[in-house]
């Protein structure tokens, strides 16, 4: 069963851009445009807040956006806002349902 | 819209059985794959079980399988997951998830359930 690989954590101050990287396999993401990122604020629910790498579903700010190259997936926050503050976890197709470990975003 | 809502989560004992269920709505439930995702207190994502729009194929994670059975009922637009030999290490949030290319695409609010004796 393959893995995606994130950091544990990252952190930026308000108004920074910080990015998250995913790392899977040439089988997973390295194939497919088909990469997924779920934010979670402590106490709630995941919510979907990108799909197909670099979609955005309606109503997720246009400050989240996603790329990919090769078999590692990125996920960019820029101008950083206090409501930021989550984990985030990845998902590829072809990756056997295994989510990403999660990153916890701090906003500093 | 989509909306999702789980139940059926509680405290048993372990070697106890439980049965959850997920009220689907605002779409075509037939249409879709479905799955059910848990998380542990304090942990990670963990994907559990999966199933095909029509019920034809169904995966199950390798900590669950033989335990655990996922099943869905079209004319109640619900899905369902059978969980037997339930060990302390099943405790968690249990998610109910529409699947859009092997990811959830919408969530549940998710089920509680504890295994302790």
């Known amino acids: 069963q393959s893995a995606l690989t994130q950091p544990p954590s990252a952190s930026g101050s308000p108004g920074q851009s910080v990015t998250i990287s995913c790392t899977g396999t040439s089988s997973d993401i390295g194939t497919y445009n088909y990469v997924s990122w779920h934010q979670q604020h402590p106490g709630k629910a995941p919510k979907l807040i990108i799909y197909e790498v670099n979609k955005r579903p309606s109503g997720v700010p246009d400050r989240f956006s996603g790329s990919k190259s090769g078999s590692t997936a990125s996920l960019t926050v820029s101008g950083l806002q206090a409501e930021d503050e989550a984990d985030y976890y990845c998902?590829?197709?072809?990756?056997?349902?295994?989510f990403g470990g999660g990153t916890k975003l701090t906003v500093l | 819209q989509v909306h999702l809502v789980e139940s059926g989560g509680g405290l048993v004992k372990p070697g106890g059985s439980l049965r959850l269920s997920c009220a689907a709505s605002g779409f075509t439930f037939s249409d879709y794959y479905m799955s059910w995702i848990r998380q542990a207190p304090g942990k990670g994502l963990e994907w559990v079980s999966s199933i095909s729009s029509v019920s034809t194929y169904t995966h199950y994670a390798d900590s669950v399988k033989g335990r655990f059975t996922i099943s869905r009922d079209a004319a109640r637009n619900s899905l369902f997951l059978q969980m037997n030999s339930l060990r302390a290490e099943d405790t968690a949030v249990y998610y109910c998830a529409r699947e859009y290319w092997s990811s959830p695409d919408y969530w549940g609010q998710g089920t509680l359930v504890t295994v302790s004796s």
């Open positions: 998902s590829s197709h072809a990756a056997n349902g295994v």
